[in-house]
């Protein structure tokens, strides 16, 4: 996997390390906690700003505000975890794509609305990163939008989601297959879409059912894909992987 995950991520320049050692000096100068961040970490967020400094410290200083709020331990329970609505049987993680990029599947079709959409992204794309091996830093959503109708139509959690991913762990998505579309969600989308940045639009990819296989084999082999997609992997909920 190893020689996989160097083509996953692109090298710094030497300008680029100069502003993240800027950046490091201007977010701690706010925010004590930055101490503890990584390069990598800080390089995601300025990467995400174009290489901005004041843009890319700004949007780290929010970040690190918002985690205090909603993680104030810096770490779930797994109390914490059972009590999130819709995890268990919405969520699964199992799996890596070809170059070396763990996999979530989402069971859209399963989730029913809940109120805590914050904490169950939050968990959700903690939980991914941590399984991220060494040098790579993005990861692989697979939505399942089979079974998904009026009583699972929740755009806002939705629009949290990818504004979760956006604002909060740029640079973290490397590709979202949504497979099984249904025609409400294709109407909704409509509505979504505008709200969605083109980066993290160009990563998203629709599938056709009799090309789903195919398609997402270019990007999963068979050994790391899902059994529901004609793989060989049983699907682990979140919890429990």
Known sequence: ???????????????????????RALVESQDLSAKDLSDETIRRFL???????EKGSSMLVKYL????????????????VIGIGGLLNTLYLQGYDRIGRPILVVLAGNHKP?????????????????RLPSGQEKFVVIV???????????????????????DYYPERLGKMFFVHVPSVFKAA????????????KNKIAFLESKKMKAVMGQDI?????PELYGGKLKLVSIVNS
């Open 1 to 23: 996997m190893s020689s996989y995950i160097a083509a996953g991520t692109s090298r710094p320049s030497s300008d680029e390390e100069k502003k993240v050692r800027t950046m």
């Open 189 to 200: 989308w409509k509505i979504i879409s505008p709200f969605v940045d083109k980066n993290t």
């Open 221 to 225: 082999d068979e050994s790391q894909l």
């Open 65 to 80: 505000q918002w985690r205090r709020e909603f993680v104030p331990n810096g770490h779930f329970n797994r109390e914490d």
């Open 47 to 53: 990467r995400a700003r174009n290489l901005d400094v």
């Open 114 to 130: 809940v109120s805590n959409i914050d904490d169950f992204k939050l968990y959700a794309v903690d939980k991914v990163c941590s």
């Open 144 to 166: 399942d939008m089979k079974g998904y109708g009026y009583a699972n139509n929740d755009a806002r959690a939705f629009t949290a989601g990818l504004s979760i991913l956006q």
